[in-house]
């Protein structure tokens, strides 16, 4: 249970001093116990996760590689990364949710980033390109469609894309990809972003928009981080 500080009103983690254990020594307790459980060594998986998740997954491991240089981090975001071409195949696009194919690819991107295979950058790039070509239109002034339904343009697809646009043009230095990610991310300042920093969720053909704060939309404004920092 996390206390939450009566003047901040943001979590307290001043018990977790009351184990004696450092924030990196707790870190690796539950990375060690998470994998013993969960994780399936003959399918390089983890139990119970599905696509979107096995991307979030994926990319803690390479989280944890980033802080740390442990190789065995790595190796594990590897035999991940395999597993989950096993689990989903090659062709992410028949999952019709495009920001879940969007998550992945940014692990994938990170994954080349640090080992520098190419497979793992063509599988990413080819998906994202596949996204980009079936999710971005002019209707509500541009985005990325949420799904392949055409239905709404959501937070959680176009903030990922230009992340991937991002990466996919440091690593090529293609001026298109620089190019897709300023449209998308001028597309979602302009429709679903408030300078307060409220990000709302998503942008339906309706025309009403779902000013829903769903927390993965959400960062830390500048006056919190310095309020949590005092």
């Given at each position: 249970?996390?206390?939450?500080?009566?003047?901040?009103?943001?979590p307290?983690y001043?018990?977790?001093?009351s184990?004696?254990?450092?924030y990196?020594?707790?870190?690796d307790?539950?990375?060690?116990?998470?994998r013993?459980?969960?994780?399936?060594?003959r399918?390089?998986?983890?139990?119970g996760s599905?696509?979107?998740?096995?991307?979030?997954?994926?990319?803690?491991?390479?989280?944890?590689?980033?802080?740390?240089?442990r190789?065995?981090y790595?190796?594990?975001?590897?035999?991940?990364?395999a597993?989950?071409?096993?689990?989903?195949?090659?062709?992410?696009?028949?999952?019709?949710?495009n920001?879940?194919?969007?998550?992945?690819t940014?692990?994938?991107?990170?994954?080349?980033?640090?080992?520098?295979?190419?497979?793992?950058?063509?599988q990413?790039?080819?998906?994202?390109?596949g996204?980009?070509?079936?999710?971005?239109?002019?209707d509500?002034?541009?985005?990325?469609?949420?799904?392949?339904?055409n239905?709404?343009?959501?937070?959680?697809?176009n903030?990922?894309?230009a992340?991937?646009?991002c990466?996919?043009y440091?690593i090529?230095?293609?001026?298109?990809?620089l190019?897709?990610?300023?449209?998308?991310?001028?597309?979602?300042?302009d429709?679903?972003?408030?300078?307060?920093g409220?990000v709302?969720?998503?942008?339906?053909?309706?025309?009403?928009?779902?000013?829903w704060a769903s927390?993965?939309?959400?960062?830390?404004?500048?006056?919190?981080t310095?309020?949590?920092?005092?």
């Amino acid at each position: 249970t996390l206390f939450r500080s009566s003047r901040t009103g943001y979590p307290d983690y001043s018990f977790c001093l009351s184990t004696g254990k450092t924030y990196v020594e707790m870190a690796d307790e539950v990375y060690a116990s998470f994998r013993k459980k969960y994780w399936q060594s003959r399918a390089n998986w983890v139990t119970g996760s599905g696509f979107w998740d096995a991307a979030e997954i994926l990319e803690t491991f390479i989280d944890a590689y980033d802080s740390t240089g442990r190789d065995d981090y790595l190796e594990y975001a590897e035999k991940y990364a395999a597993g989950f071409i096993t689990k989903n195949g090659s062709n992410w696009l028949s999952n019709k949710y495009n920001d879940d194919i969007m998550w992945i690819t940014i692990a994938y991107l990170r994954l080349y980033l640090i080992t520098k295979n190419n497979s793992y950058y063509r599988q990413a790039k080819s998906m994202y390109d596949g996204v980009y070509k079936r999710g971005w239109s002019s209707d509500l002034g541009g985005g990325i469609w949420w799904t392949t339904d055409n239905n709404t343009k959501n937070s959680c697809v176009n903030c990922p894309a230009a992340i991937a646009a991002c990466y996919i043009y440091q690593i090529s230095e293609s001026e298109q990809y620089l190019d897709q990610a300023k449209a998308i991310i001028d597309w979602e300042v302009d429709n679903l972003y408030e300078t307060n920093g409220h990000v709302y969720d998503s942008y339906p053909v309706s025309g009403e928009k779902n000013t829903w704060a769903s927390t993965y939309n959400q960062g830390r404004s500048e006056e919190h981080t310095s309020e949590l920092q005092s």
